[in-house]
């Protein structure tokens, strides 16, 4: 699904370049359920924006489902991203103005999906996430967690094959997170791939493997991190209790 190689991102503020990726190698298969971890300023963001084809790297190579977006226009590069790629953010970013059931079916329109087949789509997908009788509300009438529910919804309108997650738990307290995430799984187990970026370490350890990322480069990549994860803090949550 994900093929990077040599990927380098260098920022030119004119006084100073900043390298914010380092030549990185990364490689997610079909089906695959990833979080990439790192301290701030560790390069998370601009990876995930790469990986999204919001951002082009300054070096080397990226295939998405096979093809290269190397060279590709700042057009092609949006119609990758209706077609392939659904994005749920820390924010949310819904329209304000609109009801969840319109900010399901917006890519959709951008998608020219047929009316009829997007309202029925928009329909089932906020019932999928449990929010069948919230259709008509707009997002100030919706808690933390039922906005990013609506947010995922919409993250899947275009039937994308992959799904990419920034911070999704960072505004919700620790039960709407959980929810969140127990929605991910089950949309990962329903086979849809997803990258997913966290600072939560509890987050971390749902996913099936972890990407470890520090100063711009891939430190590790190993599945067996998410458990050495768990490990660790319940060693921790042990030696508070002492």
Not at 70 to 80: F, V
């Amino acid at each position: 699904m994900i093929k990077m190689r040599g990927i380098r991102k260098v920022y030119d503020t004119g006084r100073i370049e900043v390298e914010a990726l380092k030549d990185v190698d990364l490689d997610i298969k079909g089906g695959e359920f990833v979080s990439i971890v790192g301290p701030s300023g560790s390069g998370k963001s601009t990876l995930m924006n790469i990986a999204g084809c919001l951002d082009v790297p300054s070096e080397g190579t990226y295939e998405l489902d096979g093809e290269s977006v190397e060279g590709l226009s700042m057009s092609q590069l949006a119609d990758i991203r209706n077609r392939k790629i659904g994005f749920v953010f820390q924010a949310f970013n819904l329209l304000p103005y609109a009801t969840a059931f319109e900010n399901v079916e917006l890519p959709m329109m951008f998608g020219k999906v047929p009316a009829r087949e997007r309202r029925k789509r928009a329909r089932e997908l906020l019932e999928r996430v449990n929010l069948g009788d919230r259709l008509d509300h707009r997002p100030a009438e919706l808690s933390g967690g039922e906005m990013q529910r609506v947010a995922i919804a919409r993250s899947l309108a275009m039937k994308p094959k992959l799904i990419l997650a920034d911070e999704p738990t960072g505004n919700l307290d620790s039960k709407s997170g959980a929810a969140i995430v127990d929605l991910f799984e089950e949309l990962w187990k329903s086979g849809t791939t997803i990258l997913l970026i966290t600072h939560d370490s509890t987050v971390a350890t749902r996913t099936n493997r972890v990407v470890y990322l520090k100063d711009g480069m891939v430190r590790s990549q190993a599945r067996e991190m998410a458990a050495d994860m768990k490990a660790l803090k319940e060693r921790k949550r042990l030696d508070t209790m002492q």
